[in-house]
């Protein structure tokens, strides 16, 4: 988990985080196929605008799951970083307008299953830059998305309580919905 | 968090815990009163069934957790450690009986607000002995334990899931019963 201090000028460090941003509704959102076409997507916010239209209205308190497929090659190091000739990573992440627009809809946190919300060639970290300021923290390299609904999920996301930390390990459990 | 795997035989490691043991009542067991006045008291089988007079069979997959008073005394090392002169650390504890009633009763989970589940004397860690190769967890050093009512809470134990761990960080939540 990133915390907001990870990125100032967000402040707020992991044991400051309040609680009750640990608990709340997954929203997944699968762009595997879009990943698999362009290890460089990002989030669109139609992407965002078509969740809603089949699943209603994110609710706030919400942790936002992007589901990118990237899971299955851990560990797999090399193709989980995709790194080109030249050092760059390719893996997919979110875009600044749609992180911008989950916020506005009042989620707390912001998860992938890749190793950077930001997309693998982001030299500037973008989305960083705006959801953590913005008191979000970030969940990273999450393991098992593929077991989770799009909607209907609920999320605990427990990061040990390091005091002044700007991040650190993480344990996340999710509830599934009944079948 | 300790797991099985910290006092062999035990053999579960931290990664191997079944996640649904994670989860589950909360057992609080109060002996402020005993332990002000014995700081080598050790929870007798008297007070666990004293517990169940007031509040029902242990329902198996509890987790229990024993207020002693000792979380008052964090973060002084010294008081919370309350070494003699000999050496020898001075704080409550379970007993191997009290244990080996609960383990019949199938919890899952033996918590407290002290260093160790083994009173501060202890030179075997005999209540180690019995609950670990049991395949309970232990929690130790909780905090807030005076926040929890004697039954009605819930409990996440949210460990950082380190492969081969015989334990490791954990952060614990409780859900508290309406007011």
Redesign the interface.
């Known amino acids: 988990m990133d915390a907001p201090a990870h990125f100032p000028p967000g402040k707020i460090t992991v044991d400051e985080i309040p ?1 009750t941003h ?1 608990f709340g509704p997954a929203v997944v959102i699968d762009v595997q196929a879009e990943a698999a076409k362009d290890a460089d997507y990002r989030l669109r916010v139609t992407r965002v605008e078509k969740w809603e239209a089949l699943h209603g209205h994110i609710p706030a308190g919400s942790i936002v799951l992007l589901r990118t497929g990237w899971g299955a090659r851990w560990p797999d190091q090399t193709s989980y970083r995709n790194m080109d000739a030249n050092g760059a990573m390719h893996f997919p992440g979110y875009s600044v307008e749609a992180a911008k627009l989950l916020m506005e809809r009042g989620v707390v946190g912001l998860g992938i299953d890749t190793l950077s919300i930001d997309y693998g060639e982001s030299k500037n970290f973008e989305v960083h830059r705006v959801d953590l300021p913005g008191g979000l923290f970030n969940l990273e390299n999450l393991a098992n998305l593929d077991e989770l609904p799009e909607a209907g999920a609920f999320l ?1 996301a ?4 390091l005091e002044g930390g700007s991040g650190g ?3 996340v ?1 999710a509830i599934l919905p009944p079948k």
């Open positions: 609680v640990f605990i427990a990061p040990i309580k390990p993480c344990r459990f």
